[in-house]
């Protein structure tokens, strides 16, 4: 597949012409934007997103950031397993971020590290 590059949640441009991007480098853009957006704010698709009730306040409870994780990622299919998860909290920023280790449908490995949570 191939789509516009996004950084920051805005459109690339170049020459003032829009970058591309494709294949994994695709699938991670992909997957980034379902995990910072928001569960239900989006009202064309309300499943669309990470459920975040469980990513912020003191009580954070890793194990069901890993569910909501994974269930968020089921929703690319071109993915089909969550292989490692690890959640990364920077206490001077107060941001929270995870580096995933993911299977692809072809049975390949896609990385991701350093996905903004918080």
């Known amino acids: 597949m ?3 590059k996004l950084k920051d949640g805005d459109l690339c441009l170049e020459n003032n012409e829009f ?3 494709e294949g994994d480098q695709e699938l991670a853009q992909s997957l980034k934007m379902v995990y910072q957006t928001r569960k239900g704010e989006f009202d064309l698709d309300r499943d669309h997103g990470l459920e975040r009730e469980n ?3 003191k009580a ?4 069901l950031l890993r569910y909501d994780v994974v269930e968020a990622t089921a929703q690319e299919e071109r993915i089909s397993a969550v292989e490692d998860m690890s959640v990364v909290d920077n206490l001077q920023t107060r941001q929270r971020q995870i580096n995933l280790v993911l299977q692809k449908e ?3 490995t ?3 590290e350093g996905v903004d949570l918080a």
């Open 106 to 108: 072809d049975q390949e």
């Open 2 to 4: 191939k789509t516009l």
């Open 19 to 21: 970058q591309m991007v």
């Open 55 to 57: 990513l912020l306040g």
């Open 60 to 63: 954070f409870d890793e194990e």
């Open 110 to 112: 896609l990385r991701l």
